[in-house]
């Protein structure tokens, strides 16, 4: 008798292109159960773009993305949207609807993806606000949040139909040292208390070194570490070091490949490996 899948992604020599640009090499990386994976990297670095194909925004060129046991590409657009009700989404920006109150953007998802009546819907509503720690703030408007708050609302809604996968997009951006640890701390709770798979695309490494229990490092849209932090943190790659220690790359450009950048010559194609 077969184990149970131990893992809740698993990517598969992933490739992507945006037009002829490639941006994915052969990306590669399962995410366990019960794990908090940080994707980090700098700008460019093809993060966003790896985030996207695991919510199924984008399709690889070629490779696999599964998630919880699914090849996302070949799920219809019923399938697909199933298994995102399984997932939980918390954006950089909180993306919260900013017509609606705090309590019905939170509750929107119970309303458009089940059959439950208001008073079981309001419960949960107020359960995942006192999980976050904004208990009393239902009836207020995003506008009259701050920073934190509206992050920690956004986590409420990605969590309200208790996901088994949740994926959170810079979650500690914008915000000040001792109010992005808190939400690091929430993260933490989140993990422990309801057991999901987290996936956290950042670059503040403060967040990183705090929450994560494996780090996936991009450069250039390959992978160039997969591992603990632990190991991260001690890598000889100079790549990482200078990713870690906020160092740039000395930059020693060949002088003929400078010229064919400045007379546009077509052949030239620095930005990425063009589609074959």
Do not use: W
Request: some cysteine.
């Amino acid at each position: 008798m077969s184990s149970p899948n131990p893992n809740s992604i698993e990517v598969r020599n992933l490739v992507s292109y945006y037009g002829s640009r490639q941006i994915l090499h052969n990306v590669s990386l399962d995410v366990a159960k019960g794990e908090i994976m940080v994707i980090m990297g700098g700008s460019g670095s093809g993060k966003t773009t790896l985030l996207n194909h695991l919510l199924g925004l984008l399709k690889p060129a070629s490779g696999s993305v599964r998630v919880l046991g699914h090849d996302i590409a070949k799920l219809s657009p019923v399938a697909l949207q199933r298994l995102r009700t399984r997932t939980g989404v918390a954006f950089q920006s909180g993306a919260l609807f900013s017509s609606m109150s705090i309590g019905d953007n939170i509750a929107l998802p119970l309303r458009e993806h089940t059959r439950l009546d208001e008073t079981t819907i309001g419960i949960m509503t107020r359960l995942k606000l006192e999980v976050v720690s904004l208990a009393g703030f239902e009836h207020l408007k995003p506008a009259e949040l701050s920073g934190g708050m509206i992050k920690r609302a956004a986590l409420a809604r990605a969590i309200v139909m208790d996901p088994e996968l949740l994926f959170c997009d810079e979650p500690s951006a914008g915000l000040d040292p001792v109010v992005a640890s808190s939400i690091d701390d929430l993260i933490l709770r989140l993990r422990d208390a309801m057991g999901m798979s987290i996936v956290v695309v950042t670059h503040d490494l403060d967040s990183t070194f705090k929450i994560a229990d494996r780090i996936c490092v991009l450069d250039k849209g390959h992978v160039l570490a997969l591992d603990s932090v632990e190991a991260i943190r001690a890598s000889t790659d100079p790549r990482i070091q200078n990713l870690l220690n906020r160092r740039t790359e000395d930059a020693d450009p060949d002088a003929d490949s400078y010229l064919r950048r400045l007379v546009g010559d077509p052949a030239h194609t620095s930005a990425g490996t063009s589609r074959p």
